[in-house]
């Protein structure tokens, strides 16, 4: 069984366009987030939710906005689609802050 | 200067070898020290945590320098299978906010 699932897993769009990714986990994790990985595979924390409440948030244009309607669900959506937001987006979970169980990633080209 | 360091490599070393690699940290507050291992274009994994006391995990082990704010994995007998980028983290605050290296590349030749 897949532990963390993200969809989907590849993402190829104009840029100015909106769009979402989703992700899920089944391990009864209280903390979800995601991470972005460029081109120089730094992995760099975006956000963080703890039992749905925004625990972290890294400076992000606000054109990424996280949404956790459960425990077990967070979604990114971003707006307006730069060039520059071309990378693998990560999700990932853990039990009150401890071991990160990552999705297997979301590869986001923006033309 | 970068919060974790990591030399990118690649190390290219021959199967049956012992590599070591270093990582070093910025902030002398890092409580919690993890290596991770990425295979390419795949999601990272938890390889072990590193402990104060360093500690093994068959053939890896890790070792923590708090005074020179270092942290190092060695890998002895090294396989194919241990090709992949070792990515070293760090904790400063918590173990919510971890800050990532950049990661070393292994390959493996047989």
């Known amino acids: 069984d897949t532990a963390v699932s993200q969809t989907p897993k590849y993402l190829v769009t104009q840029m100015g366009n909106d769009k979402s990714i989703k992700c899920e986990q089944n391990l009864g994790h209280d ?6 990985q460029d081109s120089k595979k730094f992995l760099k924390i975006m956000f963080s939710y703890n039992n749905k409440e925004l625990i972290i948030n890294e400076t992000v244009p606000n054109r990424f906005s996280p949404k956790s309607p459960d425990k077990a ?3 990114l959506h971003i707006n307006s689609l730069e060039l520059g937001d ?3 987006y990560f999700c990932a979970s853990s ?12 590869r986001l080209t923006v033309l | 200067r970068k919060e974790v360091e990591q030399d990118p490599g690649p190390f290219n070393v021959p ?5 070591a690699f270093n990582c070093t940290y910025s902030n002398s507050a890092s409580q919690s020290f993890f290596w991770y291992r990425q295979d390419c274009r795949k999601e ?9 006391s360093g500690n093994e995990d068959g053939r890896f082990t890790a ?11 060695l890998i002895r007998d090294s396989k194919l299978s241990d090709s992949a980028t070792y ?13 990532w290296g950049a990661g070393t590349k292994l390959i493996i030749k047989p």
Do not use: D
Request: aromatic residues 14%; charged residues 10%.
């Open chain 2, 15 to 19: 199967e049956g070898a012992t590599v």
């Open chain 1, 31 to 36: 903390t979800m987030y995601w991470y972005k």
């Open chain 2, 44 to 52: 990272p994994k938890l390889l072990m945590s590193v402990y104060s």
């Open chain 1, 73 to 75: 669900h967070l979604n």
């Open chain 2, 87 to 99: 990515l070293c983290v760090a904790g400063p605050y918590s173990n919510y906010q971890l800050i």
């Open chain 2, 63 to 73: 070792q923590l320098n708090r005074a020179s704010q270092y942290i190092s994995l």
């Open chain 1, 86 to 88: 071309s990378a693998v």
């Open chain 1, 95 to 106: 039990a009150r802050g401890n071991t990160q169980y990552f999705g297997p990633g979301t």
